[in-house]
């Protein structure tokens, strides 16, 4: 494709994008959530199994995995609570249930499997809390509200993998227990650019906030009330 052409098929993008926007905003998907004052990080599914080239689900998300170390440093050093979610199997699916079977690569999360196992670096420490879970969010089936709710939590700082699937599916359940989610723009990840971007965006106009690192680290420092 010569230069001029890749030019105007920017040029198309922004200004259909731009209508995207204008589009939303005309049907009242503008809105916005303020985060309260007892946040806690919600690191989805840092799994090796996205990382590791010889597995099937690896999605190239090595600048998301860093920007996510980031993330929770900063946590950390505001100390506010910290939960991290793993994807563990049966060897035989069967406590996957009808996802199990539609998505047969998750084998990969089996019990034994070492590509379940945390990303080097994004472990909980024994302090913080880790939530095995079976299904894209981490809320089902899981007892993470009745946790948040007890320890008096009102937000969620969200990055983990992926975007389009866990990440989405889990800032969609935290809106729905009545937890403001704030996903981490450069902390989530996708095998897709567009899929990404397209689950960012939807998320934004829909579900919660997307904001950059930046923003996050600057609410963080800010402090607040700590559960």
Not at 15 to 30: K, N, P, S, W
Not at 72 to 95: H, M, N, Q, Y
Not at 120 to 141: C, I, N, R
Not at 149 to 156: K, S, V
Request: net charge negative; hydrophobic share 40%; aromatic share 8%.
């Amino acid at each position: 494709m010569s230069g001029s052409r890749r030019q105007t098929d920017s040029g198309l993008r922004r200004r259909a994008d731009a209508d995207v926007v204008a589009d939303y905003e005309r049907a009242g998907l503008a809105g916005h959530l303020a985060p309260g004052t007892s946040p806690a990080l919600l690191l989805v599914d840092p799994a090796r199994a996205y990382v590791d080239r010889d597995c099937p689900l690896y999605a190239g998300v090595e600048p998301a995995v860093e920007a996510m170390r980031a993330l929770l440093s900063a946590a950390r050093r505001a100390g506010i609570p910290v939960v991290v979610t793993g994807v563990r199997f049966r060897s035989d699916g069967r406590d996957g249930g009808v996802f199990f079977r539609k998505v047969p690569t998750l084998s990969v999360f089996a019990e034994g499997s070492p590509y379940g196992d945390f990303i080097d670096g994004l472990a909980p420490t024994p302090d913080e809390l880790t939530v095995t879970k079976q299904y894209p969010s981490a809320f089902f089936g899981t007892s993470l509200a009745a946790c948040l709710t007890a320890n008096g939590i009102d937000t969620l700082l969200i990055g983990g993998l992926t975007t389009s699937g866990c990440v989405r599916a889990t800032a969609l359940d935290a809106m729905q227990h009545g937890f403001v989610p704030v996903v981490v723009e450069e902390a989530v990840g996708d095998r897709d650019p567009d899929v990404h971007a397209a689950n960012l965006f939807d998320i934004r106009h829909k579900v919660g906030e997307v904001w950059p690192m930046a923003r996050v680290t600057a609410y963080l420092e800010e402090g607040g009330e700590r559960p």
